[in-house]
């Protein structure tokens, strides 16, 4: 074995030097940037996630009430007061469950509420948080017969957005768990 610190005169070298220093400490400060970085997009795209899965189930949550409503109901309209503005024309939806029980949507805004009143006092209040870009609107429409009431949840374009909007619909039958009388209206027999 051969020493070569006596061969050459020189001395053993000890530690690193300056430039090797700033070498390492320069990479480290990058790695931290990069996971920084990274972690940052992680939190935005759990945030977005958590805010898209939030809006979901409350659009869920309203389909679900309004169709076991409309369901139950004898007859369904629009308010006569919405007619007047063309914008807010389909933001009331009057449901007629028996003669003293009633429910009634509002869309105003980004809030969709639902109020159940018997005999004219109200007895139940919810409201529904839509997204910032949704807009709401009720149509009643009728098809082979049976009316249909629609619920549609527009997207509001935005200047940055390159895909077309989408609409939500939620559709249910009038009175479709109501009883049918078994007799026809001419009064024979089916």
Known sequence: MIDRSTTDGSRPRRGITLIEMLVLMTCVGLM????????????RLHADSQARLSAAMVFDRLARQLRTD????????LDAATTAKPADRGAILALHLK???????????????????LLGKRVRHESYSL???QAARFEIGDSAGIALVTLRLTHEPKIDRSEPPRPLEVVATVGKYRPRSLYRSEGKKP
């Open 32 to 43: 931290l940037g990069l996971c920084a970085v990274t972690i940052q997009l992680l939190l």
């Open 70 to 77: 409309v369901h139950a109901s004898e007859k369904a309209q």
């Open 99 to 117: 003669p003293a029980h009633s429910i009634t949507y509002t869309a105003r805004g980004q809030v969709i509420a639902r109020d159940e009143t």
């Open 131 to 133: 997204s910032r870009d």
